[in-house]
């Protein structure tokens, strides 16, 4: 069987394009280029210095993020947006692996994390632990443990706005239904155990699980461990 090719969309130019030429195309996209040059256009334009970071799932590199983040945003705000984004189910603890240290919010205070001798706290900015070329881990629930990778790509100025925008991100991987072969939409719970579940609209309701077994996909790293159901749509970056 064919590998399958990761593929994302590019927030800007809204083009899908494989995971192995997104850094390029970003870097040289007509419509990010027009966009930042109508905001430089503007003399009273505030620009700061922001990172690009790469995000994906350690051993699952099809679910994968170009972030642009500024420079001066703690790692506890890259937390969150991690967590509502990605990974938040039922409130786990995190932390960053970055130089052999490890970040963990609350760790100067929290009496949980007294054992770790190289704990820091996640309030540290991004600007203070990364660098271009750098790469680090991110661990999301210390027990059905959710591990990223984020690689800083570049620096650069950017207009003022947001403190975490996305540049391009993965499309859902086609996974092939287990009974015909179709595109799955769903996946058993209870079958997953056993590497299998994965379920079109047409064998989903003709699936001998209980119902409430069945879960829609979901475009994360975390799908289908403990209590996730998807990103927060309530909360928009």
């Known amino acids: ?40 256009s503007h003399q009273q334009a505030k620009t700061i210095k922001a990172f690009h970071v790469v995000v994906e799932g350690y051993r699952l590199p099809m679910y994968w993020m170009h972030l642009e983040v500024a420079v001066d945003t703690p790692l ?49 900015k991004l600007e203070e632990v990364f660098s271009p070329g750098q790469t ?11 591990e990223l990778t984020l690689k800083v790509i570049s620096e650069r100025e950017v207009k003022a706005g947001k403190a975490i925008g996305v540049l391009a991100r993965n499309s859902l991987p086609i996974v092939p239904c287990d009974v015909c072969g179709k595109p799955a939409t769903h996946f058993c719970t209870r079958c997953d155990y056993e590497d299998k579940g994965c379920l079109c609209d047409a064998c989903a309701q003709d699936h001998p ?29």
């Open 209 to 237: 699980c209980s119902g409430v077994r069945l879960s829609s996909r979901v475009n994360s790293p975390r799908a289908g461990v403990c209590g996730y159901t998807g990103q927060n749509a309530a909360y928009t970056w």
């Open 1 to 40: 069987m064919a590998r399958r090719i990761s593929k994302g969309t590019c927030t800007f130019c809204h083009r899908e394009l494989s995971k192995a030429s997104m850094t390029r195309h970003l870097e040289s996209c007509e419509q990010r280029i027009a966009m930042q040059g109508e905001r430089e």
């Open 76 to 124: 506890a705000t890259l937390d969150r947006f991690l967590r509502n984004t990605w990974l938040e189910c039922c409130g786990h603890l995190s932390v960053f692996r970055i130089g052999g240290f490890n970040y963990y919010e609350d760790a100067e205070i929290d009496a949980y994390y007294d054992w770790d001798a190289r704990r820091k706290n996640m309030q540290a």
């Open 136 to 146: 680090c881990s991110y661990e999301y629930d210390f027990g059905s443990t959710t």
